[in-house]
């Protein structure tokens, strides 16, 4: 119980970032009855342009520097490419039966890994990412500066997003897109518009969850949006998919039950076996099992008509 508070700390910033990813699932399934599977390769396409712009500064740079910019480059990197699969990918097939679409994102996702595997230098292996390591002790839980971003960073867009959607005309545009395209149009909106904006919105969300996992971890690699993108999935799932808040909130709640049970089960008669980190993927997916047989809306989530 002494390491309960720490790990508690561990699964909420792992739950920041499976929210933040999440979004940009969540936004465009929500808009457009798509699950984006190349999401998880547009959050990896993220990091390696943060890492880029790092390598073009001078050496002596300052982090307070260099991390804003970063995030600006791997922004537009993550955005370019989102709204590039939007235009060239799925909107020709918006028409098309629903499978078409479907396979349409996975065969973008293992292109999108081979052209970084193949084009950035030395992207197969673990490529060093600039961190921040000083760490700080309140009571008995210490964080470090990465977490301290991670967390404000999470909560800065999570705010802002609210308030663009509550606020603004083109967030009432993406609600009501996203209740009835087809009305929405006679009403003289522009759905293509709202539909790129759904996706740069989740494109710059997963560009900053993965500023905030290569400075946590100290790497990228061309692969490491796949199971992030998985688990990114399952959250959004897990809070109700087509629900921005219930995607923040699937990943905190997934990124808790991941971290006690891999920590804990080890403590379980007969279980030990079961723990540890290796089997902490088995209970997120478990997680999202018991979420779908017992709540299949999920946490937030409303039981509405499938939309043809």
């Known amino acids: 119980m002494n390491t309960l508070p720490q790990q508690l700390a561990n699964g909420l910033l792992l739950g920041s970032m499976y929210g933040l990813i999440a979004i940009g699932y969540t936004m465009v399934y929500g808009i457009v ?28 740079v300052s ?39 479907l396979i349409t994102a996975i065969g973008l996702s293992l292109a999108l890994q081979e052209v970084v595997r193949n084009f950035y230098p030395e992207a197969d292996r673990a490529r060093a990412f600039p961190g921040l390591d000083s760490s700080h002790e309140i009571g008995s839980v210490t964080i470090k500066d990465a977490d301290i971003f991670l967390i404000v960073a ?5 705010a802002s997003l ?3 959607v509550r606020r603004s005309r083109t967030g009432r545009a993406m609600q009501a897109t ?21 996706f740069a919105i989740g494109g710059f969300f997963a560009a900053v969850a993965s500023v905030a996992y290569g400075m946590k971890y100290g790497n990228v690699k061309y692969d490491m949006g796949f199971l992030m993108g998985l688990k990114a999935f399952t959250a959004a799932v897990l809070g109700g998919i087509g629900n921005i808040y219930g995607a923040m909130l699937g990943g905190l709640v997934l990124g808790v039950a991941e971290t006690l049970a891999s920590a804990y089960i080890d403590g379980v008669p007969g279980m030990g076996q079961l723990g540890g980190q290796s089997w902490a993927n088995v209970w997120a997916f478990c997680l999202l099992i018991l979420v779908l047989l017992f709540r299949p809306q999920g946490l937030l989530g409303e039981r509405v008509a499938d939309r043809a």
């Open 154 to 158: 999470a909560a800065v867009c999570m």
């Open 33 to 60: 009855q798509l699950i984006n599977f190349a999401h998880g390769e547009i959050f990896m396409t993220g990091g390696f342009g943060a890492l880029s712009v790092y390598l073009i500064l001078p050496s002596d």
């Open 162 to 164: 609210a308030l663009f």
């Open 63 to 101: 982090m307070v520097v260099a991390v804003p910019l970063m995030l600006i480059g791997g922004g537009i990197v993550a955005v370019l490419i989102a709204v590039g699969a939007e235009r060239f990918a799925y909107r020709p097939l918006r028409g098309a039966p629903r499978l078409a679409p």
């Open 178 to 198: 996203a209740q009835d395209p087809d009305t929405a149009q006679l009403m003289g909106i522009d759905t293509n518009r709202i539909i790129v904006i759904a």
